[in-house]
């Protein structure tokens, strides 16, 4: 094949043959597949909220290691196949995450794909400006950024909702779906504006026939004086309607299977994780990082305690999979 031929095929958008494994305000994560490797895609930014610089790498998974150890495509075999992947998941990408990303930072380790690289980005990005400093690209956006909010979203398909214009389009369905959820429960909604809209992310769902949210989770990453990684499932939202809820237990248990996600739950959600298999965080050290200082007591063996949480005793638990640090 031609180099032409080759690039023309290589950024063509293929097959959805990957999958979004997370995705916050701060990161997004996607797993793919090529022969008998698996990849990882990561994008991810240092910025409160994701406004600005983002670093996108893509690794060869099976190997361990951290964000700062880059992986290149040598002695795979499969270096096309893989890029063409990582130019779909980049579409994807910046359609979900548009008006947050001012610049993106990638590095090509092997010298003999920087110029692939930097042909990719060109093609992906016609209208952003291209740098290089040694091995590493930075692609900076236009000054006119369109952060004009999606005023519908994809039927039966799982949303991103993370930057502000979004959220404050959306406010006022997510309120009313919390509030929802929760109108029956002791201390009721705790999601009542949109400041407090605004301090989440959100994956929310539109099924049925009108044009509105119909479920939602929400959930926020780790504060930088907190004692655990990863996020933490804050609650949900839904319309009343039984398919609704089915959806959005569903939603938090696929969720809840992510190293690092996890979710402190009483009462109902408690009951429905349970009756799904999912199995309580028993371990007292665990518990005791996650909520330092909160006078925690163990209740009995199935990961049930009460804590302080401030000026009120609550009785919960945590399931999901929890890093501490």
């Not at 992310?201 to 949210?213: K, R």
């Not at 990453?221 to 839904?238: D, F, L, M």
């Not at 938090?252 to 109902?268: F, N, Q, R």
């Not at 009756?275 to 007591?297: A, H, I, R, Y």
């Amino acid at each position: 094949m031609r180099a032409n031929e080759f690039l023309s095929e290589l950024f063509q958008p293929g097959k959805k043959n990957w999958e979004w494994d997370f995705r916050g305000s701060e990161e997004a994560v996607a797993n793919f597949t090529v022969g008998n490797i698996t990849y990882r895609f990561l994008a991810y930014s240092e910025t409160p909220g994701g406004q600005g610089a983002w670093e996108v790498e893509f690794k060869n998974a099976d190997r361990k290691a951290g964000r700062t150890t880059k992986f290149g495509l040598t002695g795979t075999g499969n270096s096309a196949e893989v890029m063409s992947i990582v130019a779909d998941i980049m579409r994807e990408f910046l359609q979900l995450y548009q008006g947050k990303v001012t610049s993106l930072v990638f590095s090509a380790d092997e010298e003999s794909r920087q110029s692939l690289y930097a042909r990719m980005a060109k093609r992906l990005l016609p209208t952003w400006e291209l740098s290089q400093n040694s091995k590493q690209f930075i692609l900076s956006a236009p000054q006119q950024v369109d952060e004009q909010a999606r005023d519908e979203l994809v039927k039966n398909r799982w949303a991103l909702i993370v930057s502000d214009p979004e959220k404050h389009t959306w406010a006022p369905n997510l309120i009313d779906l919390v509030k929802n959820a929760y109108q029956n429960t002791s201390l009721g909604s705790f999601v009542n504006s949109a400041k407090e809209v605004a301090a989440s992310d959100w994956v929310a769902l539109d099924w049925d026939p009108q044009p509105d949210l119909d479920c939602t989770v929400f959930y926020r990453k780790a504060r930088p004086n907190e004692s655990w990684t990863g996020y933490k499932i804050q609650g949900i939202g839904h319309d009343g309607k039984s398919e609704s809820k089915q959806k959005v237990i569903g939603r938090v248990k696929a969720l809840l299977t992510k190293p690092g996600t996890w979710i402190e739950s009483s009462d109902a959600m408690a009951r429905t994780l349970g009756k799904l298999g999912m199995q309580p965080v028993t371990d007292e050290q665990t518990l005791n990082t996650l909520f330092p200082g909160s006078n925690l007591k163990m209740l009995d063996q199935n990961g049930n305690y009460e804590r302080d949480a401030g000026s009120s005793r609550i009785r919960e638990q945590v399931f999901g999979n929890p890093v501490t640090k």
